[in-house]
């Protein structure tokens, strides 16, 4: 995860304990500098935590030599992993379930317009979300549109993912714009439609 990319979730020390004990479990010769530059923090701070690792046992160090030295995990530190992880993959769950619920309430404004079949634009994975809590309320999604070219044609959830170009041969009753990255922009550009009476929603 790029955790500098966060703007509400500010990772909390022990989100970084699980990053860097994740990144040496794939790489035990990683150095502390690529280690931070996978986690997203400063060298010193990396530098900190294998320090106090080290000192309770998480990690053992081999080799004197920085370009030689490795970091291997102890069984204690298998436990921690473990421990830690547990506790992310639930909160995360629970985001999750909170962000559905979140989606789903802005779906309904859909349902009081009686519109029932939707496209989706952005194949991210805010839009994964959206489609099951879409689904859950009983609307047919009959399509996911997203103008990277490098999208197009590619498998998102059992269905392909078309140009923005057909939306309007897909025919649905309403839009909703999955993608976080220029809302605005996409909205100007597929605004036409609400003329032929395709709703739009931003969420």
Not at 4 to 14: A, C, I, R, V
Not at 72 to 87: D, M, P, V, W, Y
Not at 105 to 113: G, P
Not at 150 to 174: A, N
Request: proline content about 3%; aromatic content about 10%.
């Amino acid at each position: 995860m790029d955790t500098y990319q966060l703007k509400f979730l500010h990772p909390s020390p022990e989100f970084r304990e699980l990053m860097i004990l994740l990144e040496i479990e794939k790489n035990q010769s990683l150095s502390q500098n690529l280690i931070a530059k996978k986690v997203g923090i400063v060298p010193a701070m990396v530098n900190r935590y294998i320090k106090g690792f080290v000192k309770n046992n998480i990690i053992k160090v081999n080799g004197r030599s920085k370009r030689k030295m490795t970091y291997h995990l102890t069984q204690e530190g298998i436990s921690k992993r473990n421990a830690l992880l547990f506790n992310y993959m639930n909160e995360t769950i629970w985001l999750y379930k909170n962000a559905k619920t979140e989606f789903g309430r802005i779906l309904t404004e859909f349902i009081k317009e009686k519109i029932k079949k939707i496209v989706l634009f952005g194949a991210g994975e805010t839009a994964e979300v959206v489609f099951h809590a879409a689904r859950a309320l009983g609307f047919k999604i009959i399509g996911i549109v997203d103008s990277s070219i490098e999208k197009q044609g590619k498998e998102f959830m059992g269905m392909t993912i078309e140009s923005p170009s057909r939306i309007e041969e897909l025919g649905p009753d309403g839009i909703i714009i999955t993608s976080f990255g220029f809302p605005k922009d996409i909205y100007n550009g597929i605004k036409h439609l609400e003329e032929k009476g395709i709703k739009i929603r931003r969420l």
